[in-house]
């Protein structure tokens, strides 16, 4: 995936920052693509994101923000339960993970990132991953949590491209993912032609598409509150922008 979050924050409204993103903030597997300018980045070089408490405080962060960082640890609901443990009461834990279902597209193991541990879904209802977890329900079990939001993000994404239960198709990802290097690195006023020439290259030979290495979203944001007694608890919103 492709500077997930700088794509994503032509979804978010323009309080996200105001909201979510003051005082000391937390950014797990930013790599050079930080959430905000002052957020403090987590990834390989500084430690293990499996086992973050050996590294960081307990509650010393208002907000912990994570982009495409949970679907690669070894035990996602662990992982997450110390994640959670670095915010502060009353702060946030902002969560983005791939949607099962834009992303890998009813294949596993991930032919788009074979690094991938793990898949995520918006609701309950039986999936056809067997490594699949719902992420409302696995950020609302954390202690004190309060989901303030659940959305899908899938700006830009073309449905017609996804692959089709029981379609024939050849996994010959790795030319799509070459067509979609060099339609990025084409002039700007070319890139968009570049990218649909690509997609119709994709559907006609029935090759799945990760529509991510262009302008495309595909995952799940969760936003969650750790509960602090001295205040009350936020109103759930929970949408799909879909």
């Not at 339960?81 to 294949?107: A, C, H, R």
């Amino acid at each position: 995936m492709v500077d997930e979050t700088s794509k994503t924050r032509l979804v978010r409204g323009a309080d996200f920052d105001k909201k979510y993103l003051q005082g000391r903030v937390l950014d797990i597997g930013a790599g050079k693509d930080r959430v905000c300018a002052h957020a403090e980045g987590f990834d390989t070089e500084d430690g293990d994101a499996n086992r973050i408490l050996d590294f960081q405080e307990r509650e010393s962060y208002d907000t912990v923000y994570s982009s495409h960082c949970l679907e690669h640890m070894f035990d996602p609901p662990r992982a997450l339960q110390q994640w959670w443990e670095l915010v502060k009461p009353g702060g946030y834990l902002v969560l983005v993970v791939p949607d099962e279902d834009l992303y890998e597209q009813g294949i596993w193991p991930s032919i788009f990132n074979t690094d991938h541990k793990a898949t995520f879904r918006m609701d309950s209802t039986p999936s056809w991953s067997p490594v699949s977890y719902d992420v409302g329900s696995l950020v609302s079990a954390l202690p004190k949590a309060v989901i303030v939001s659940l959305e899908r993000h899938d700006m830009h994404y073309d449905y017609r491209l996804m692959a089709k239960p029981g379609e024939a198709w050849r996994p010959k990802t790795f030319l799509v993912k070459h067509l979609y290097r060099i339609a990025r690195q084409t002039p700007s006023g070319m890139k968009p032609i570049c990218r649909k020439c690509v997609d119709r290259f994709a559907r006609f030979r029935k090759i799945p598409v990760d529509q991510t290495l262009g302008l495309a979203l595909a995952q799940i944001q969760v936003i969650a509150q750790k509960q602090d007694d001295r205040h009350r608890s936020p109103s759930i919103d929970s949408s799909d922008a879909s």
